[in-house]
């Protein structure tokens, strides 16, 4: 399904949208091309939804119908994220054998307050987007499994405001992601030594001596300790 | 191996070190420095570089305002940010010890308009504010990094005044805050990093001394006890019941 361009729902379509998610109306009952439901958003371009591999395949296509507008403004608007689930929910929140759409929490589906810091990273559209616009090629590892599970990396390392600093991603990137095959290196979403927990538990500590914003990731991968050499080392 | 990392002599600034305003200009934040409590930074080399930590809507920005000997007093910060939270850091730059973290404040949201700033000057366990949420008459606020902020419908006369003394606040609502607050504490692994849950926990241990609150990894049933019995001793202690018992009986009797 293509679109000529990006829409955002209005209040109203909002509330279609959420009760067309949780089953109470019919999903063809949210009429997405009634200016009571959605409205269009200017100097926004076409977006087909597709059966993206990753995360980030999703997000550049998102960012792409987005070029001509600016995207931290549409950040906050919930219309948007709520039209993009909509129209991408049979990648994102397909349909179980009961017939029930997998919603799995609230705000992977229905965007939550931005600034949240627990559940504004969880939206399954708008976080990958932020994080590819933001950060580019060092939210590799937060963007490269498929746009229905962003599993535990991306998890525990979007878990802290400050973890949304290049240095910080780069750093990550750099121990988890193995730019050759393009996935994330065995391990990097486990409990063990050095894995992306532990890298988060770290980075507080380390936060409180260090400026770690005015590193290089390179230092900052420096000042780990012993138990991350495992992933510095790994391909 | 895992290993705590040793923490540093950081000094914790106070949160009056330092005074920022902001302003709006096109689609550029302007922060201006209005205050600066010379008396903290002394310790500080001229040579250390003062910046601003921002942070709204999952982005961070850092702000230089040059050194401790060349500060600036007006600084533009990125116009995506409306109001951020914001901490004042100060930075080693000599090449023995480049990028260690000398002092810092605890977060603080930056005011937009003057007439927020009172909000920077609360520090209490429970930031009580005054705003504009109706219908609801109170909404608990928890973020990452400062206390958390409790709302109260600004139509009520002295909303402060009133949500501290008022019985039937006192003894219905109060408990559903420190039930909200800890169920939030509990569940988080890294609370003993966070200063605000650190706060919160010590006010927990002085009403339950050696009561050690559960891990995050414990089971639902063993948290819920944990903050139910919290709840009760803070209830025994400041006899809400019966306060409230007592007041209603009374309004009774007048009428």
Redesign the interface.
């Known amino acids: 399904m293509k679109y000529d361009s990006l829409f955002e729902f209005t209040p109203y379509g909002m509330d279609l949208f959420a009760k067309a998610m949780t089953g109470e109306i019919e999903e063809d009952a949210v009429d997405i091309k009634s200016e009571k439901v959605a409205r269009i958003i200017p100097n926004t371009g076409a977006i087909e939804v597709k059966d993206w591999a990753t995360s980030r395949d999703m997000a550049a296509a998102v960012l792409g119908s987005m070029a001509g507008a600016d995207v ?1 403004d549409l ?2 608007r919930d219309g948007v994220w709520g039209w993009l689930s909509f129209i991408f929910r049979d990648v994102l929140y397909p349909r179980q054998a009961d017939g029930t759409r997998l919603l799995r929490e609230l705000h992977k589906w229905y965007p939550s307050n ?2 949240d ?1 627990r559940k ?2 969880r939206h399954l559209v708008r976080a990958p987007v ?1 994080l590819l616009s ?1 950060l580019g090629e060092n939210a590799d590892h937060l963007l490269c499994t498929k746009p229905n599970a962003p599993g535990e990396v991306r998890e525990q390392l ?1 878990s ?3 973890m ?2 290049p240095t910080f991603q780069a750093a990550a990137r750099l121990l988890y992601f193995d730019p050759t095959s393009k996935k994330l290196k065995k391990g990097a979403g486990g409990k063990g ?1 050095g894995a992306s927990r ?1 890298l ?3 980075r ?8 770690l ?3 290089s990731a390179e ?1 900052l991968l420096e000042k780990l ?3 991350f050499d495992k992933y510095r080392a790994a391909k | ?5 040793r ?2 002599g ?1 000094k914790q600034l106070p949160a009056n070190s330092i005074s920022v305003t902001s302003d709006r200009k096109d689609e550029e934040l302007l922060l201006n420095i209005t205050h600066i409590n010379d008396s903290e930074f002394k310790s500080f080399p001229p040579s250390a570089e003062v ?1 601003l ?1 921002l ?6 920005s ?1 702000v230089s305002l040059g050194t401790l000997g060349a500060m600036k007093r007006s600084v533009v910060a990125d116009g ?1 940010f409306l109001q951020p ?1 914001c901490q004042l ?1 100060v ?1 080693s730059k000599d090449s023995g010890t ?4 000398l002092g ?1 404040t605890s977060a603080w949201r930056l005011g937009v308009k003057k007439a927020d700033e009172k909000e920077q000057l609360v520090t209490g366990l429970l930031n009580f504010l005054p705003s504009k949420i109706r219908p609801r008459t109170w909404k608990l606020s928890i ?3 400062v206390h958390p902020r409790f709302e109260v419908d600004d139509r009520i006369p002295d909303p402060e005044a009133w949500a501290r003394s008022n019985t039937i606040f006192l003894g219905t609502v109060l408990p559903a805050i420190l039930y909200q607050v800890f169920d939030d504490i509990l569940g988080q ?2 609370r003993d ?1 966070k200063q605000w849950m650190k706060d919160w926990l010590e006010w927990a241990n002085t009403l339950m001394p050696g009561s050690a609150p559960p891990a995050h990894d414990e089971t639902v049933a063993a948290k819920r006890e944990w903050i139910d019995n919290l709840i009760d001793t803070f209830c025994h202690r400041h006899a809400l019941s019966d306060k409230l018992v007592d007041e209603l009986i009374e309004v009774a009797n007048v009428k």
């Open positions: 931290g950040a906050k931005l600034s810091f504004g990273q932020l933001q979007t802290q405001q400050d949304f600093h030594a532990r988060a538990r770290v507080l500590q380390l936060d409180v001596t260090w400026d914003f005015a590193l230092q300790p012993k138990e | 191996m895992r290993r705590n990392i923490l540093s950081r910046e930590r942070t709204e809507n999952k982005r961070v850092i995506f939270m850091r930075v480049w990028g260690l973290l810092s973020e990452e990094d692994e890294y990093q």
